[in-house]
DNA sequence: ACGATATTGATAATAATTATCATAATAAAT
DNA sequence: ATTTATTATGATAATTATTATCAATATCGT
């Protein structure tokens, strides 16, 4: 059985808020588990419609929401303005080098940048909640 | 003369463009530089239509983006997708952090944050071109 | 003053997301 | 299995921020 443990996350998720569960929501779990990519909304209401050719778009949004909620999913935009969602059970925190010719995604993480990130904001006297780093570049692939 | 320099700067880039000086531009300019702060084009267009009722937004949006081309502003957007507009002619580089609570700003810089970028960029083949980095918390004010 | 060109303001269009609401599905109680 | 209360769904309208369109106006070199 694929994603056991994220289904039970979701549905442990649904009880204890009183939810109720639907095959719409199953089948947006699943394949936005499958698809191991960066995704818009768009581009999962595109892949869910081909199984699910009724769905509506709201409930794209709304059960995306509802990942977020249960800790199966992290919003993220990049520089234009473009929602995209990430998978987030079970993944360590990280942030993003991207390319400005081909998009393509690499994630990246820096013990030391997130400790100077702290003593940065423990010097203006602040409690650092969260942060957002993204860097934007040209990868090798398309330099030449 | 206040703001002389600025208003070379976008002299110069009109000039340079073959674009044409107007009342509206000088205007606008004017009430950017004077008000010292991250501000929205709302905002903008607000305190502008003081002085000139008749302004347009379209003409708040048109400039904005002119004195970004001149070197002047530089956009900036900050969680929820507002986009803010804040001086950059003889502004050094520096990120931002931000309070939760009450929407303070600080302007940060850390060379070393910096340095730490570029090595990662490189190490993953990639020629970095910019990046963005915000750090979200709660200020001293707003913690007691 | 003239004429070519750029600018303006009103308004329509766009795009991404959220709100509304009648209908359908779910799950618990009978 | 039926009933019942509640939530979910899909269609569509509304919203928000920004950009595009276009006729009327302003600018600037001659
Ligand atoms: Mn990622
Ligand atoms: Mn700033
Ligand atoms: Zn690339
Ligand atoms: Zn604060």
Redesign the pocket.
Known sequence: MPFEKEREVLSGH?RNK????????QIILEVFLETEKHL???ELYLTVKKK?P??????I???L?LLIEAGLCREMQVENG??RYEHHYNHEHHDHLVCTKCGKFVEIFSPDIEKLQEKIAKKNGFVLERHRLELYGVCGACRR
Chains 1, 2 share one sequence.
């Open positions: 649904i009183n939810l109720k569960h639907s095959e719409q929501r818009t909304a768009e699910v009724s769905i509506g778009y709201a409930t949004y709304r059960t929401k473009v929602t």
